[in-house]
């Protein structure tokens, strides 16, 4: 048997990942999508794929596996062809936890301390000092509470910010607010001051960010898309930015990427563009989160990190 390996990368990225899992798992025949001809592809029976080409998974009849090196799986959900039965497993990497958390620290930080008003000073050899408040009189609220999320969620608890987490379902957390429901939704997005999202995109949060949801925000309340572009419905935004119901927005994520040049989001005064970068996925320790997974099918076991298909995560 053998393992495809497919993405959307360029050329020198994909050798890398290749030779990383080639080292990861040294017994394996690999080849490239699509391959060659008809016995290649009856020879695969795992796919190792990064946002993939739609269709690139059709015409695999002993595929076992489907191992994405994203964290995040709603583009490939959305492949009509992605075959129906074979089981998926998503990407979690401890490094793209740590550099998740690290990003989110970032944000919290410079919004918490104004920061970025401070840079936009400099611009205007402005001197005027901010008030400081303290980080528990800083109110974070993480939507997700899941492997980002909920390690979001501990390490600004651990700095001192009071923060509350929301998930589908109730969820325990030390030192944190969890809350869940509509109900949970609304408590903590009428106290919070920055609102950070960690949610999948799936069919219940597209467009989870719409008017009717920002106006339920704390007035003059921060938000940071950590996940999905499409959770924002940006035209909202950007006029409950304009409005001052927001204050600021940290986008790391845009319902299209790359960000066109023209797009109001790059001259915002308000807005914080990154180029959704907030946590990547580190090949180093991703190659050996593969081969886990590589591992276990061959040895008949359970795999980890199997995505819920209905669910959507
Ligand atoms: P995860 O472990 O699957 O956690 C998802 C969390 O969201 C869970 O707590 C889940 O609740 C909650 N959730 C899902 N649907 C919900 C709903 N309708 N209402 C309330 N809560 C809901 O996911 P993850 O690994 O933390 O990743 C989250 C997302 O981050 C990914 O899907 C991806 O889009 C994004 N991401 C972005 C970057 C970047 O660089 N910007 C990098 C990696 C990932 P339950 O626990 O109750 O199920
Ligand atoms: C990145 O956005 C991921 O889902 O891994």
């Not at 009856?42 to 796919?47: E, G, L, N």
């Not at 490939?76 to 550099?99: F, G, I, K, S, Y």
């Not at 921060?222 to 930015?241: F, K, P, Q």
């Amino acid at each position: 048997m053998s393992i495809v390996l497919s993405g959307r990368w360029p050329a020198a990225e994909q050798q890398q990942w290749l030779r990383l899992l080639q080292e990861a798992l040294p017994g394996e025949d690999w080849c490239l999508a699509p391959p060659a001809d008809a016995v290649q592809a009856a020879a695969v029976d795992i796919a190792i794929v990064a946002n993939p080409e739609p269709g690139v998974l059709q015409g695999l009849p002993n595929l076992r596996l489907i191992q994405s090196l994203w964290a995040g799986v709603d583009r490939l959900l959305q492949d009509p062809t992605l075959p129906p039965e074979v089981p998926l497993a998503r990407m979690v990497d401890p490094a793209m936890n740590e550099a998740m958390v690290h990003t989110a620290l970032w944000a919290v930080l410079a919004l918490h301390r104004g920061f970025f008003d401070l840079h936009a000073q400099q611009g205007q050899s402005l001197w005027r000092q901010p008030q400081q408040l303290r980080a528990a009189e800083w109110r974070v609220m993480v939507l997700g509470m899941g492997q980002l999320g909920g390690r979001v969620a501990q390490a600004l608890a651990a700095q001192g910010y009071a923060v509350s987490g929301w998930s589908r379902r109730p969820a325990d957390c030390a030192g944190v607010q969890t809350l869940h429901g509509a109900e949970g939704l609304a408590q903590g997005l009428a106290a919070a001051d920055t609102v950070i999202n960690l949610l999948p995109l799936t069919e219940q949060t597209r467009d989870f960010f719409n008017a009717a949801r920002l106006t339920t925000m704390k007035r003059g309340a921060c938000l940071v898309n950590l996940a999905r572009g499409a959770h924002v419905v940006e035209d909202d935004l950007l006029a409950a930015l304009d409005s001052g119901q927001l204050s600021r927005a940290v986008l790391d994520v845009f319902r299209q990427e790359p960000l066109p040049a023209d797009h109001p989001f790059w001259q915002h005064p308000r807005v914080t563009v990154l180029p959704h970068c907030a946590a990547q996925t580190d090949p180093r320790s991703a190659a050996a989160v593969v081969r886990t997974n590589v591992l276990a099918l061959r040895a008949g076991q359970p795999l980890a990190h199997r995505v819920h298909r209905p669910r959507g995560y």
